[in-house]
């Protein structure tokens, strides 16, 4: 049985490499389950390989080839054409509001003139029509009624009376001003607004319905642990090492104990059957197993001792070969 030999440690480079390939493999696997086309009524979303960039494992000095993907959305026809006309009209009001800038520019950077004397005019004129004769028979009325109650012009209560129905008209007159001004201002107002507000009803026009795509509900591929695996692989490696060396150590103690210096052993091929070779010694002398009168044992050939350690080797008076192990096993 020969020596077993301890199993090479992973190379931490070659470990690392591994692992990273892995990593980026399954990294670009993911990247693609995630890139799902998606067909909706208002429109598509495809994914494409546009490219790729490389990347270099610093460590390693490995490169990998990085896919690049353009995610590219398109309308359904119908959303399309709307989204073209809208477009269409966004220019043509763009082009509205270049050939009108002067003349918006114009009214808003002029105040409002809320003041018309023209309307003041015109409403006491209207109001004068309507309400002077029912003044006049009211202010008949009033004298009548002041008379048969014995007051008379000049008094204090006469004066009193008169005094406030006088109040009484500047008050009208003083309403139908302030309703028809009020009017009048709110005219103004719109005309100057009117444009602005044209041009703001132009601009809310019909908008493109944007396609609602789905949350995706994709599996992950987990990254495959190659470096733990090539060191579990090592462990198992170390460990049958171990019990190889354990094995080899028992069969040769078990081969020195056969006999001390000076005491030889029967090892002669013509009294042993079923030989088979298990392995060699440290010295290199091959090692068997085999059986003689029946029962099985380990050990070396006497001839093959004879050929490199012939003082190692004793021919018995009947003939036949022993050796002696404790000198036949020292190293060469």
């Known amino acids: 049985m020969s020596k077993p030999s301890a199993p090479t440690p992973p190379d931490p480079k070659q470990t690392s490499a591994a692992q990273t390939g892995t990593s980026v493999a399954t990294a ?69 509001g ?26 006491y004129d209207l109001g004068s029509k309507r309400l002077d004769p029912q003044f006049a028979r009211d202010e008949d009325a009033l004298r009548t009624r002041l008379s048969n109650q014995g007051i008379r012009p000049g008094s204090a209560a006469w004066d009193a009376e008169m005094t406030k129905f006088q109040q009484g008209k500047n008050d009208a007159y003083n ?7 009020g009017q009048s201002v709110q005219e103004i107002l719109t005309e100057r607004n009117q444009p602005l507000n044209e041009i703001s009803a132009l601009l809310s026009g019909s908008q493109v319905s944007q396609p609602n795509f789905i949350n995706k ?70 090692i068997y197993f085999y059986r003689i ?3 099985p044992e380990i050990g070396v050939m006497a001839d093959e001792v004879e050929r490199v350690k012939p003082e190692a080797v004793m021919t018995m008076p009947n003939g036949y070969q022993a050796v002696d192990y404790a000198r036949a096993l020292e190293a060469a």
Do not use: C, W
């Open 217 to 286: 509900q994709m599996p992950t591929i987990p990254t495959t642990d190659n470096a733990g695996i090539i060191n579990t692989n090592y462990n198992q490696q170390f460990q049958n090492y171990q019990q190889q060396m354990q094995n080899y150590n028992q069969v040769m103690g078990g081969l020195f104990g056969l006999g001390s210096a000076g005491v030889f052993k029967y090892s002669d091929r013509r009294l042993k059957t079923d030989i088979i070779e298990i392995g060699r010694a440290h010295n290199g002398l091959p």
């Open 98 to 123: 270049v050939d009108q800038s002067a003349k918006i520019g114009s009214l808003l950077g002029t105040n409002v003139d809320l003041s018309n004397d023209a309307v003041e005019g015109r409403l």
């Open 175 to 181: 309403q139908l001003l302030l309703n028809g001004r």
């Open 293 to 295: 009168d029946g029962k």
């Open 28 to 96: 670009i696997a993911n990247s693609n389950l995630n890139n799902v086309n998606q067909i909706t009524p208002y429109g598509n979303l495809t994914f494409n390989q546009s490219g790729s960039t490389k990347f270099t494992d610093p460590y390693t000095g490995q490169s990998y080839d990085i896919p690049q993907f353009t995610a590219t959305q398109t309308l359904s026809p119908d959303q399309q054409k709307l989204y073209d006309l809208n477009n269409q009209t966004q220019q043509n009001l763009g082009q509205i």
